[in-house]
């Protein structure tokens, strides 16, 4: 593990996210639930997430399938998701 990695994913959620709550984690399906959003580079994290319950959102990396889009499609696709849910 890289410690200074959940460093920089705190940065960068209280950059690009209006929210307090948030988990970092190897275990996210405990976190699971109709509201509950996982941002995931892997695509069987996200998976488990929303068979448990959660909505998530794979991350684009190099090694997945979403390596082409670009980080500010990205983020309008999550901040879709979160507006839907004020609905």
């Not at 988990?23 to 109709?34: D, I, N, T, Y």
């Not at 909505?55 to 390596?67: I, M, T, V």
């Not at 983020?75 to 998701?81: A, E």
């Amino acid at each position: 593990p890289n410690p200074s990695a959940a460093a920089g994913k705190m940065k960068w959620i209280k950059t690009h996210l209006d929210t307090s709550n948030f988990l970092l984690g190897r275990v996210k399906r405990f976190c699971a639930g109709p509201q509950a959003l996982l941002i995931d580079d892997k695509e069987k994290n996200c998976d488990d997430f929303i068979k448990h319950g959660g909505n998530a959102f794979l991350w684009p990396a190099p090694y997945n399938k979403y390596r082409g889009l670009s980080p500010k499609d990205a983020m309008d696709i999550i901040k879709n998701l979160t507006l839907q849910w004020g609905s």
